[in-house]
C-alpha cells in the first residue's frame, strides 16, 4: 500500500473534506475483460481443436459484433485469417464498466466505524462505500474503483452488512491511489 503524496491527500481532503455521508452519485467499477470468454472466429473455419486452419468461411457475409467489435467479412487466400489472426477464436478484452450509486464516506475512521485496521494504511486516504448487495461480486472482481473522479483500490475484499435479507448491503474499503478524470458530485 502506497503512501499518497501529501498534494493528492491535500487535494481529496478539499474536495471530500465537506463531502461525507452524501449520496455519491458517481462510482464506476472496472474489471479486467475475462480471459476465459471466447468466441469462435467467423472468418475462418477452425478445425476440431477450435485452431484456425486457414480457410476463409464464405458463408461470413453479413458482418457481426463480437464484443462490442464490428467484425466484417475479410476473404483471404492464403496463410493467416486477418480476423483471429490464426488462433480460431476472438477473446474478450472489453474491459467491463459498471456504473452504481451507494453511500461514500472518506477517511471514515475517526467515527469509529472501521471495524479493522489494516497495516501500512496510515496517512492514505480511505473511502467507504455501502451499496446494494447485487454488486458484491462486481466489486470483490474489480481491478479499480473510480469513486467521484478518485482512482481507488480495495483494501480487503468487500463484506456483507445487514440484518434480515431485504436490509443487507455491501460494504467496502478501499484506497484512494490516484485523482483522474472530471469530479462530479
Ligand atoms: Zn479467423
Redesign the pocket.
Known sequence: MNLLPSKLAREIKSKFGSLKNRIAKVIIVYKAPSSDQSQD?P??YSDTSGV?TGVFDSSFVTPETIYEILITPQSFTRGR?P??LGI?FLINTQVITVPLRGMVRWNPSSDGEMEFSVAGTEGTNIVQIKTDKRYYEDIRDSDYIMISGVKCELISPPVFRGVGSTDITVVAYLAAVKVGGSVRE
Do not use: A, I, K, T
Request: proline content about 0%; some cysteine.
Open positions: 472466429c472468418n475462418c484456425s485469417c480476423v483471429c480460431g
